[in-house]
């Protein structure tokens, strides 16, 4: 347990500088720049799915929580929430370097993670602009996160309402993380392996859940099992594409709207067993 309350802290930490940029960024946007500012940052939300795919395949989950706060805030798109989501990298790159895999095949993957994020976002924002024309009215912003957790951010700088959601979000990162971690340590890494070991369409399907749980460990346990030869890259893929880390926890911690982060989760998921699978049907060979 002192293991799990180390790797708890430390993990948790590793996502503080990540959350203060963010919250300052948010709110610099509230409390500084105009509506129509506001309006131009929204408006320009078409280069999102891209620019968040390239980003999140930097091996930290802590841009997907960065991405999360931003959506919550109606500052980035869902079509770009859901590119950052698919091509976060988490552990997967450290864990390749450290075992000397070529740099081609980490390239490729990496590169298919991209592909498959930019393609998502790009459509799911495309669908949504035709669907949903009244976002504008329906949104926000940061102000929504300030009302549920009554900062009264009006009142302050930007900077100290930055530390007090960065503090508060942390909290709740350290308590989230230490369940996971303890649930982890006591179901087992080898027991949760032994649910995807030579599985074809099940593979995908059980790797992609997860994949799902808001922590590193599952990247950790999918990267490692496809070295070892025991997973196809189908069911890696599937389970990375759905490992948001983090990032999934503080949705629903900062986005009121629990039947659309449901919602979000199902999409993502969808996303990912539907790539895995395809890639395993096709036979990319990496």
């Not at 982890?184 to 995908?204: A, C, H, S």
């Amino acid at each position: 347990m002192l293991e799990v309350i180390e790797e708890t802290i430390i993990d948790s930490i590793k996502l503080l500088p990540f959350l203060f940029i963010t919250y300052l960024i948010m709110e610099y946007i509230e409390h500084k720049l105009g509506d129509k500012s506001k309006k131009a940052i929204k408006k320009s939300g078409g280069w999102g799915p891209i620019i968040g795919s390239i980003l999140g395949v930097f091996p930290q989950c802590g841009f997907s929580v960065s991405a999360t706060n931003l959506y919550a805030g109606r500052v980035i798109t869902l079509g770009t929430l859901i590119a950052v989501y698919l091509s976060t990298s988490d552990e997967m790159l450290p864990i390749f370097i450290s075992e000397a895999v070529s740099p081609i095949i980490i390239i490729k993957i990496l590169a298919i993670k991209l592909v498959i994020g930019m393609i998502a976002g790009i459509i799911i924002d495309f669908i949504f602009r035709i669907v949903n024309k009244k976002n504008d009215k329906n949104e926000n912003g940061i102000r929504h996160i300030c009302e549920e957790e009554h900062c009264h951010c009006d009142e302050k700088g930007v900077i100290k309402s930055s530390i007090k959601h960065t503090l508060s979000i942390f909290l709740f990162i350290i308590l989230i993380t230490f369940l996971i971690n303890t649930v982890v340590y006591f179901i087992g890494e080898d027991r949760i392996e032994t649910w995807i070991l030579n599985q074809k369409i099940l593979g995908p399907i059980v790797a992609g859940l997860i994949g799902l749980i808001p922590n590193c460990a599952s990247s950790v346990i999918i990267t490692n099992l496809y070295l070892e030869k025991v997973i196809s890259l189908g069911s890696m893929m599937a389970g990375l594409l759905t490992g948001a880390g983090v990032g999934l926890a503080i949705l629903f911690k900062t986005n009121n709207k629990i039947k659309e982060n449901i919602s979000i989760i199902i999409l993502l998921y969808a996303i990912g067993v539907f790539s895995g699978i395809l890639i395993d049907l096709i036979g990319v060979v990496i």
